[in-house]
Every structure is written in structure tokens, then in C-alpha cells.
């Protein structure tokens, strides 16, 4: 009985060699230790430097901010941060474009700052690494 093939085997030998889609190909993987991933994952992550100037907000955050305390005060009620959300992006999406102005002047200004706290910041930075470099 030689050329027997069984009935699980291919028909076409190139089928065989073609990667298993869809399929689960053992059981388990192997065990892994799981805290040295971690550990990994963490060693890669630069760490937040809080002395950093937090990013400014957008037309319609700054929008959001006072939406919320006349939403706050309309409906006392409603505490679902989600009711809040939506009911903001629906009037900011009705808003025309002179009153969304408004808002989009005083991003603009957070802008200004912002990016005059991230020049400092970043001359500071850079005096920092210019004295640790002088002490090596």
C-alpha cells in the first residue's frame, strides 16, 4: 500500500506547506513570565515630567467648560458625564461660526501662553542637560 494517503492529508503537497488561517495550532503557548514584559514595557515608556506645561485646550473644550455649569445649572439632575458630552457637541455643531469666534479666540490666546510656558520650559530643559554634561 504505498501512495496510501491518509484522509486528513493534503491533496496538493504545496497546500501543506501553506500557513494554517484561522487555526489554532497547539493547545497552549508556553508558560511566559509575564513581570518581565512588564518591566519591559515600563523601561521603554519615557516617564511625564510634571513640571511640564499641560497642553492648552481646544475651541471646544474651552466651549465645554462654561456649557457645563449652565447644563449644571438647567438640569440639576443629570449627573451622566455622557448627557453632558452630548448635549454640548449638539449645540457647538448648531453654533455658527461668529459665536463659535468666541471661543476659538480664547484658545487661541491659551495657545500663546502655552507655547511661551514651553519655550521656558524647554530653555530650562536645555540649561539642565548643558549642567549635567559641565559636571561629567
Do not use: C
Amino acid at each position: 500500500m504505498t501512495g496510501a494517503r491518509s484522509k486528513g492529508a493534503a491533496k496538493n503537497p504545496a497546500e501543506s506547506l501553506k500557513p494554517a488561517e484561522n487555526k489554532k495550532v497547539g493547545k497552549r503557548k508556553a508558560s511566559v513570565d509575564r513581570s518581565s514584559i512588564r518591566k519591559a514595557k515600563k523601561e521603554r515608556k519615557a516617564k511625564k515630567d510634571p513640571n511640564r506645561p499641560k497642553r492648552p485646550p481646544s475651541a471646544f473644550f474651552v466651549f465645554l467648560e462654561e456649557f457645563r455649569a449652565t447644563f449644571k445649572r438647567e438640569h440639576p439632575n443629570v449627573k451622566a458625564v455622557s448627557a453632558v458630552g452630548k448635549a454640548a457637541g449638539e449645540k457647538w455643531k448648531s453654533m455658527s461660526v461668529d459665536e463659535k469666534a468666541v471661543y476659538e479666540a480664547k484658545a487661541a490666546k491659551r495657545k500663546a501662553d502655552y507655547e511661551k510656558q514651553m519655550n521656558l520650559y524647554n530653555k530650562k530643559q536645555d540649561e539642565d542637560e548643558e549642567e549635567e554634561e559641565d559636571e561629567d
